[in-house]
């Protein structure tokens, strides 16, 4: 391939399908017929009469706070990134993100290269493939070397049509587009996260059923407040130990049930009356964490069918029923065997099935359907491609670094000097509830601690306050605790049409359908020249609530090596960076990336002190805050001849314009947010190079 930079892909990259139908991977007799009577028609059908018809009205009876949320239900399932599975949906920030990070050849980050120097983009590709597992730093998160260290197919994405069921789901209700794994590595570590809020230094696989983790869990803290929860796994299998414990891909828990990692859940020694194996109650029953054991005699098949999937989540489906023995509790955990995890080989289908029935489970109970949320996320990205970068801890931040002598995957990689733990790629995250139900798009940044401190936010409002002792500071800052996502005040109720997930129908979605959730921060980022000394200072601060924090990562556009510099910023503090363009001809050229959308680029030649008769652009931005956001751009000269500045939009709303500005003068142009969401390129005719662009959310909620 010549070493000339193609367009993006979403403009140029072929559409080559590849692989099998995922109905050829069907074992089970006439599960696909079961399966289109129960969803209820086409995907393309249940979409467009979602889409279509009168949204459903706010149900009464409901409080319009926190107090109408009676069940949360949580599935973590394995290994895909957000790309491959939405990256080619609208309204989501995709493949075709025009806000993604750029290298210094002018290539996207869409465009990876391999050894060679030729550049790949992502593909369609609907096989049932694997990537390379290892978990490197990513060339110290410079994210230009997927190609050469996941290998190509790496970069590849699910069709539409594949992806038809969770791609009705999203589209209906509520999708995450800045939700990160935890950590930089594999599952168990992320799965500790998920269940702890830590994985205490951990940063790769190892042995399952050994409960020698002796730090607390989410789980127990529930206990320990009176908020009653259950784990629901099969807990088929060969006994005590090891990943080879579980019975076989369709039986089993594929050892992600993690629970039995902690010391609070040893049921070795245990008599059988002992309070923690009381049915009902005890910590251990509810966490389905005792030893692996002979499968009791069920006639379910050890296959991919509908007799199979009713059996390994049959105490769910009966929790589900009106009058059951053991009810839905509040809080819920799910683990799918091998085959219904959606880790590859094991394929995406047998994991919308698996979700599908769940879902069906829930709406068959109109008392569950109106007071539950779901929330569906994925371990980790096993080394699949995701474009956005996700945000990472300034070096020596507590809890957030190796030491630099941890594995940190299974092939026994070693990191030297010690590197970010987290976050690591994008992954999904989708709810459904009636407070999240239209479309909607939730991009505050998430990662696997956001549901525990969804859990501690509810368990506050319910009068019975825990908070996780695991979580480091960082963290609790960088990220959100979920309730940005939900709509208390306006829950929609009634039953949901799903398409089918065994028919391969692509789901239309409107380029405008999804709409994106409000929020009560932004961050910026502005630009000041000292002639005298010959520097240029971006400084970052954020606009929100006490206690967030955005993280902010700065990039090299040229001049100096690639490199990528973390800095965290808390709200109503500041935070800087410095080129010193003494050292490179005075001349400047940086990139400022932040999450949802946030670019921020200066260029530009400084001029001296002495130097008078030339037009100098001085430009200083204001965000304006409110249902008509906007961006205030006071475009300045400090040099004795006039400047031309050309703004232009690079997306969203604005157009272009010329603004001629004469010395010691400034003009001041409103700029206009379109849903809070801007994009603008500023340059001027001073022969320097000089350009700025300023990208982003204004807040719209909060005020």
Known sequence: ????????????????????????????????????????????????????????????????????????????????????????????????????????????????????????????????????????????????????????????????????????????????????????????????????????????????????????????????????????????????????????????????????????????????????????????????????????????????????????????????????????PAVSWITAP???????????????????????????????WNSTLFILNYDENDGKFDHVLPPFAEPGTPGEYTNGKEQINVSNIVTEGGSPIGLGARVPLLLVSPWTRGGWVASEVFDHTSVIKLLETWAAFRGTPFMSPNISDWRRAIVGDLTSALDFAHPQTGPVRFADPTVEVAVPVAADHMKHRPLPFHGHATLAIDRAAGSATATMTVDGPAGKALGFQIFPDRLLPFSNTPKTVPAGGSGVYVWDATATDGRYAFTIYGNDGFVRSFAGQIEPVGVKDVGIPVVDVALVRGASASVRLSLGNEGAEPVRYQLVANDHDGGSRTVHVKSGQTTVIEWPAKDGYYDVVLTADTGTGWTQRYAGRVATAGE
Request: glycine share 10%.
């Open 1 to 328: 391939m010549a070493d000339v930079a193609p367009d993006d892909p979403n403009t140029s990259a072929p559409a080559v399908a590849t692989g099998v139908s995922r109905r050829r991977v069907l074992q089970g007799a006439g599960v696909a017929a079961a399966l289109a009577a129960t969803a209820g028609g086409s995907a393309a059908e249940a979409a467009a009469a979602e889409q279509s018809s009168t949204p459903p009205a706010a149900a009464g009876g409901f409080a319009g706070t926190m107090a109408d949320l009676k069940h949360v239900v949580i599935l973590m399932q394995e290994n895909r990134s957000f790309d491959h599975y939405f990256g080619k949906m609208p309204g989501v920030r995709g493949f075709d993100d025009k806000q993604a990070l750029r290298f210094p050849d002018g290539t996207s980050v869409f465009q990876q290269r391999d050894a060679g120097g030729n550049i790949h983009t992502p593909q369609e590709d609907d096989s049932a493939w694997g990537t390379n597992h290892d978990f490197t730093t990513l060339n110290g998160r410079r994210w230009n070397t997927w190609v050469r260290e996941k290998g190509v197919e790496a970069l590849n994405y699910h069709s539409p049509a594949y992806m038809s069921f969770y791609w009705s789901v999203a589209s209906q209700f509520g999708i995450g587009d800045q939700y990160f794994c935890s950590i930089n590595g594999p599952t168990d570590c992320n799965r500790k996260y998920h269940w702890s809020g830590m994985s205490n230094g951990e940063i790769g696989n190892s042995d399952e059923s050994n409960y020698d983790r002796d730090w607390i869990t989410v789980a127990e803290q529930l206990q320990e407040v009176g908020i009653d929860w259950r784990m629901y796994s099969d807990n088929s299998g060969s006994g005590a130990g090891g990943r080879q414990a579980y019975r076989s891909d369709w039986f089993g828990d594929y050892g992600d049930n993690e629970l039995k990692y902690f010391r609070g859940f040893e049921p070795k020694g245990l008599a059988a009356d002992d309070p923690k194996l009381a049915p009902g109650t005890g910590l251990i029953w509810r966490g389905n964490a005792q030893y692996y054991r002979p499968d009791p005699g069920s006639a379910a098949p050890n296959n991919d069918s509908a007799q199979n999937l009713e059996y390994v989540l049959r105490d769910f489906i009966d929790a589900c029923k009106p009058g059951a023995e053991h009810p839905l």
């Open 338 to 368: 091998y085959g219904w995890s959606e880790h590859p080989s094991a394929d995406s289908m047998h994991g919308e099935r698996f979700v599908e029935r769940i879902l069906r489970a829930l709406q068959d109970n109109e008392e569950l």
